[in-house]
């Protein structure tokens, strides 16, 4: 029968070998369940005897301990530790032996650890990944053998079990070799503090390119900080876009390796389609379905147990004194991450192909976002048009100032045709937005939204920066800086944001409430600085402050220094933008968080293509955030100012095309906000012409997604759809009333002053507008159609309708002396209950699914129907059937409608 061992004990308990171990040496903190749960299958198995047991008949005479780092369960060294600590314990069981975990922080000094070595009376001692020589030299004085068992060779004369590093990364180049590779490199970790494993490894990499008698470049080794995801695709992307790129990657072990392939399929590049990938292992547990399947140089945990445990059998039984080193060797373990290349002389087409992979067919893209002048939005579409030269695709972008514009230029998308969209929200909450996003969802066109989120719709994918996490980053390092207690500004933005929410979170974590006061603000500089007075004035205590981004942490910096404020107030802002790098750099700021714009902007374009392609893509992605502060100022600095050419470089590549047009958007949206001030101040209210005996009269203009209903709007758009439309009815209005105030009491000398007047004017703007002019005379109206207006219909008593489109009018010189023919031509003389219908050509071009418009005719047909009813209902019956008719097509523009009638009765 094998001998029952702490692994059994914990494998039935369901705990981890270490806690099995303090809890049998009363050491530790766990729940009196897990204690006694541990010790009643411990005397179960046999592990430890019963309370009815003889004391003579103790299972184990002595004990040996092991030093462990109390982290380990935290630690992919953990699955190393587990898989060697069977063996270890059957080894030394044969004598009697059974084994005590000291747990121990690698921090600590050596003699708060030799102090737990004495109290636990070992016998002897192994220690797992740590070496202390000094301690270990004392122990061997006092009689306590000491063996090491660890991953990396001991320099320093101790009895130990290690790995053959050296022996392991030659074999696992000299594989890659064979396989034809010869562009190779080697990633390592930036890790002063382990420096034997790391050469180890290199060396015997270098060993076997040597031998092939390659030149080894200096770059051939690529340092990383694991803990930094973005540095490492940095790296990699700049390896990979090499113009001749490597063909394979050795990582310095499997947990490496893991984080490298990650990396790799987030830049699109294929394991081991594309780079052959192996490391030494196995830190990590390959029996479970989620870990990926990387080839290895694999390490016999197993084994290295076994002589750890028979070598310290040895020493107490031959009172060993010499130093004994034993070296394990590595195995391959092919596991699908490395491919054949077939020879050297296709390794050119191997290039070409995998530089061309995805690029058969070009898509075209159309790309929105904030103004360019915003230093985020640049570096982000600099990153878009990089990865696009990249990946041979074609990029419209659109710089936007309003949500406005934003909409429109999605739906200029969207009717052009493109392949996809990508959104970069410039307000995440607006509707008219989330709407477009829509519209294009609907036409079978991907859309991928970027840096912000937008509500009220699903898109294809979201990729943003974690900014939740970067508000708990910068909550934890604002607590941290002012010493975990005081007074906390918190200067928000005007909409909701994840970034105040990380935030919150973090301080909800702590035991003490820290805000003292809040503000929201416009995200402008000047709002915070007013803000922060007031927190000034009413909190003169106060300590730190964060704000929502950098501008309003720069604003409330201002108000700190016009205050003249001795004290040093934390502030932390978020962006990372370069004028707040600056105040770090200062001493003025103490810290922001980056929101790592360039990434942002490469994985959207990469997730637009992968879409296209047909490949799946998760509905978000996060970028990690970065906290900037005065020690790393200098190197994020020195990175944006790196970028600033190219940035500047890809603006100017913009086409004139869409300058142009990014112009006449500015133009169109100016010219709409005035002619609807000037039709506000002048045209007639709904009031004042309800208040004209006879005349019942309502209107709308917008899309059936969105009416304005009311008078004013629906007149408004008929006579000013421009701002040279605004100014001649402004000069009309003008005009009318003047005449009125001081000229003649005749109707027919007034309206000859007033043709001249509008004959004049009109001639000078060189313009073509309908000017539709009512009067009204007893038992009749008549209207008087100056300008071009083919868009009209008026219903009579009879039920007769006449579809006026006669009127093609041209006002120039010559018309002022032909006035009352042109005049006369354009009149209509309407009966009481009679009346008329303005709409504009987008009313009666709309399009059901077939394609088949609305049509004058049915409008007139629903205008009779409905004629008896007051002119509110009979609009509002029209504006039901043509969005009965149009269903869920979308239309662009503006549906506008004005329904007049003449309602005096008979005398």
Known sequence: MSQITLKDVAKEAGVAVSTVSLILNNKGQFSQDVRDRVYEIAQKIGYIKSPSTPSGARRFSEHVAILVSEDIEKDFTWNVFNRMIAPLETAIARERLYLVVIPINVQQETKEISEKIAASKAKALFSFEYANPELF?????????????????????????????????????????????????????????????????????????????????EDVRVLVDESNMNELQRKLKRLVQRTIPPTAIFAHDDYLAARVLVALQNLHVRVPEDISLIAIGDMLDYNQPFIPRITTMQINNQLMGKLAGEMLLERLKNDQTGIHILKVNQQLVERGSCLKIPDKKKFAR????????????????????????????????????????????????????????????IRRFISQGLDAIIIGPIDGTNPDVALAAKEAMQAGIPVVVSSVELEGVQVNCTVRCDNLKGGELAASYLLDQIGGEGKIALIEGSWPQLRIQGFRKALNSATKRFIAFEAKCDWSREAARDAMREALRLHPDLKGVFAACDPMALGALDAIAEAQQQRDIVIVGFDGLPEACVAIYNDRLRATINQAPFEVGTKVLDAAIRILHGKTVLSSLLVEPMLVSKQNVIETTLNMLGLMPQILHSIAEISEEQRLLHTEHLRMDTESQIAIFLQRMFLSSAGELQEIDGLDITGFTGTPRKIENGLLTGIGDMTTHSLEGGLLMLMFQTEIHTLIDHGPASPVEFLGFLRHLIADNTAIMSAVRPIPTIFVRAHQMCLKIIGK???????????????????????????????????????????????????????????????????????????????????????????????????????????????????????
């Open 137 to 217: 030299q004392e122990l061997e004085e006092h009689g306590i053998p000491v063996i090491v068992i660890s991953s990396s060779t001991i320099r320093a004369q101790i009895n130990s079990v290690c790995i053959d590093n050296v022996q392991g990364a030659y074999d696992g180049t000299k594989y890659l070799l064979s396989l034809g590779h010869t562009q190779i490199h080697y990633l390592d970790y930036l890790r002063p503090d382990a420096q034997m494993p790391l050469n180890d490894r290199f060396v015997g990499f270098k060993m076997a390119l040597e031998e092939h008698q390659f030149n080894i470049p």
């Open 350 to 409: 191997f290039v070409q192909e995998k530089n061309a992979e995805e690029r058969t067919q070009e898509y075209h893209i159309g790309v929105t976002c904030f103004s360019l002048n915003l230093t985020y939005w640049a570096m982000w579409a600099q990153a878009v048009w990089e990865r696009a030269r990249e990946t041979e695709t074609k990029v419209s972008l659109l710089p936007c100032l309003s949500a406005t514009e934003q909409a429109a230029a």
């Open 789 to 907: 207006n083919n868009l009209l219909l008026v219903l009579r008593q009879d039920g007769e309708i006449e579809h006026c489109n006669a009127y093609e009018l041209r006002l120039s010189q010559e018309s002022k002396e032909n006035f009352d023919e042109i005049a006369a031509q354009a009149t209509i003389v309407l009966q009481p209950d009679e009346g008329l219908i303005m709409y504009a050509n987008s009313l009666i071009d709309s399009e059901n699914q077939a394609g088949e418009p609305y049509g004058a005719e049915r409008l007139g047909e629903v205008a009779r129907r409905n004629w008896t009813r007051p002119v509110e209902e009979v609009k509002q019956a029209i504006f039901d059937d043509v969005k009965r008719h149009i269903g869920n097509q979308t239309v662009y523009d503006e549906l506008t409608l004005t329904v007049l009638k003449y309602a005096i009765p008979y005398f």
